[in-house]
């Protein structure tokens, strides 16, 4: 089974709108991380924001939140007031805590364009 | 500070030829590790290491070695180069076991077997 779902391959979002990059994750422990990472066409991997699953309230770092729905096992990423640099691709990953310290599971991806 | 450095950017070979892949980090991290990315898919681990002298096998370790004789480098070697090993290679590093560590990527290294 995969233990990171992106459902989404590509986004299009309108300049200076919000936008929404689903992910679902599987996992029976009980203590794990998620994380988002931006990925542009030059290719380096940047982090962009991290949930703790004994976290009680949605991770933000600027721009970026994560609706984090324990119960529906969901990180979802909003991106407010997007912007043309936001064109990339985001990937959602998740450590677990009991299976392999350093072991960081990632989606496929989503493809976003912002549109001018 | 450089973060974590990988060489060479881009590297065409023949099957059946060895290379290493290198990768340095000034952050005085624990944990490093070597992931692969194919198209269309995330990250897969490759090999990992918790500290130097120590490494570990992940998800598709199957024609790679590492090794880890300092804290500062973690050099990933294709022993016999085969056309399945075309793909992107990032390096990364993070300082320690907590959860939430941020694991920092290198930029990549791309990687051609004809």
């Known amino acids: 089974a995969q233990k990171i779902t992106q459902t989404q391959p590509g986004m299009f979002v309108q300049e200076k709108e919000a936008v929404t990059l689903d992910c679902t994750y599987d996992?029976?422990?009980?203590?794990?991380?998620l994380f988002w990472y931006k990925q542009p066409s030059s290719g380096e991997m940047i982090f962009l924001i991290y949930q703790g699953s004994y976290d009680q309230q949605n991770a933000t770092e600027g721009r970026y939140s994560l609706n984090f729905q324990k119960a529906r096992k969901s990180a979802n990423l909003v991106i407010s007031a997007s912007q043309l640099g936001d064109s990339a691709m985001y990937f959602c990953?998740?450590?677990?805590?009991?299976?392999?310290?350093?072991?960081?599971?990632f989606g496929t991806g989503t493809r976003l364009t912002v549109i001018p | 500070n450089a973060g974590v450095t990988q060489t060479p950017k881009f590297q065409v070979l023949k099957t059946g030829q060895s290379m290493t892949l290198q990768c340095a980090q000034d952050m005085n991290h624990e944990y490093m590790s070597w992931y692969r990315q194919d198209p269309g898919m995330g990250l897969r681990l490759i090999h990992y290491?918790?500290?130097?002298?120590?490494?570990d096998q992940g998800e598709v370790p199957n024609g790679y070695n590492v090794s880890r004789s300092t804290t500062e480098d973690f050099p990933l070697r294709l022993l016999s180069a085969a056309p399945s090993q075309t793909s992107v290679y990032f390096c990364?590093?993070?300082?320690?076991?907590?959860?939430?560590?941020?694991?920092?990527f290198g930029p990549g290294t791309r990687l051609l077997v004809l």
């Open positions: 990364a590093s993070r300082r320690g076991s907590g959860g939430q560590e941020t694991q920092y």
């Open positions: 990953a998740m450590r677990e805590a009991q299976t392999g310290a350093n072991n960081l599971f």
């Open positions: 290491s918790v500290g130097a002298g120590i490494t």
């Open positions: 996992t029976s422990d009980p203590s794990y991380g």
